[in-house]
């Protein structure tokens, strides 16, 4: 089985990517996506998360644990660096479907939209 550096090279190939692209989606620099490739530093479990949910894989699978790429999207809990994570993978899945155009210019209305969208629904399923 492959590892996760090895994993992520090859998700970020598939997607046509090149280091600088991938970290630009993320906020991360080249160097930072490199360090993971290359496993010299390792992501926190949000970003984990937030890569599965982008690469539309499974946490397994992009961890080198599993050969399954099956999907279902995580949303660990209610604190906000999962919201803004997940929110991210949304927002970069919307784009990859065409159902937005251009993440740059997506109204700050519509991403509070989205964020207490999921606030409710983390809410909703703690009830």
């Known amino acids: 089985m492959n590892n996760f550096g090895n994993r992520l090279r090859t998700l970020r190939l598939e997607k046509g990517l ?4 991938l970290g630009k989606k993320f906020n ?3 160097s930072t996506i490199s360090s993971w490739e290359n496993e010299t530093r390792e992501p926190s479990h949000e970003i984990l998360i937030t890569l ?20 279902e999207p ?3 809990s209610n604190d906000k660096k ?8 949304l927002i970069d899945r919307l784009l990859s479907e065409g159902i937005i155009e251009d993440k740059d210019n997506i109204p ?18 703690k009830n």
Do not use: C, M, P
């Open 18 to 21: 090149n280091g600088i692209e």
């Open 28 to 30: 991360f620099s080249k």
């Open 52 to 71: 599965a949910n982008y690469f539309e894989v499974s946490l397994d699978y992009l961890l080198g644990i599993s050969d399954n790429r099956i999907n």
């Open 74 to 76: 995580v949303v660990v």
């Open 82 to 89: 999962d919201i803004k994570g997940f929110t991210v993978a």
């Open 108 to 125: 700050q209305e519509v991403i509070a939209a989205i964020v207490a969208s999921l606030k409710l629904d983390l809410n909703n399923k």
